[in-house]
Nanobody, 129 residues
Framework: QLQLVESGGGLVQPGGSLRLSCAAS????????VAWFRQAPGKEREGVSC???????????HYKDSVKGRFTISRDVTKNTVYLQMHSLKPEDTAVYYC???????????????????WGKGTLVTVSS
C-alpha cells in the first residue's frame, strides 16, 4: 500500500525552527519528485518547495519566494524520507503542511507544483507567541 506520512509539525514561536518529515512506504521515494504544500485557514493550498528525483536532474530544488533562504528541502534515501527544514518561522507560515509525490521533475506553475499523484494527510504548523 502506497503511503505518505508527514510528521514534525507543532507550535513554535516566531523566529523558531521546525523540521518536517515525509516518510514513504510501499514505494521508493527517490525515484520521484516530492513537493511540500501548505494550506492556511481560509486560503488556497500553495506550493512551498519541491525536489526533483536524483535520477532525472540531480535532485534540483525549487522554493516559493517567501521561503527562500529560510526553508531547505532534502532527501534521506536510506530512510525513504524527504525533509523540510524551516528556520526563522513567521506567523504567516502557519498552515497545514502536506507532502506529495508525482513525476520525476518538479514543474512549477502559478505557485503550484503540477503532476502530484499521492498525498499525505498533513501536519499542522502553528507559529505564534
Amino acid at each position: 500500500q502506497l503511503q505518505l506520512v508527514e510528521s514534525g509539525g507543532g507550535l513554535v514561536q516566531p523566529g523558531g525552527s521546525l523540521r518536517l518529515s515525509c516518510a514513504a512506504s510501499g514505494f521508493t521515494l527517490d525515484y520521484y519528485a516530492v513537493a511540500w504544500f501548505r494550506q492556511a485557514p481560509g486560503k488556497e493550498r500553495e506550493g512551498v518547495s519541491c525536489i526533483s528525483s536524483d535520477s532525472s536532474s540531480d535532485g534540483s530544488t525549487h522554493y516559493k519566494d517567501s521561503v527562500k533562504g529560510r526553508f531547505t528541502i532534502s532527501r534521506d534515501v536510506t530512510k525513504n524520507t524527504v525533509y523540510l527544514q524551516m528556520h526563522s518561522l513567521k506567523p504567516e507560515d502557519t498552515a497545514v503542511y502536506y507532502c506529495a509525490v508525482g513525476g520525476i521533475v518538479c514543474v512549477e506553475r502559478g505557485g503550484h507544483y503540477n503532476g502530484m499523484e499521492y498525498w499525505g494527510k498533513g501536519t499542522l504548523v502553528t507559529v505564534s507567541s
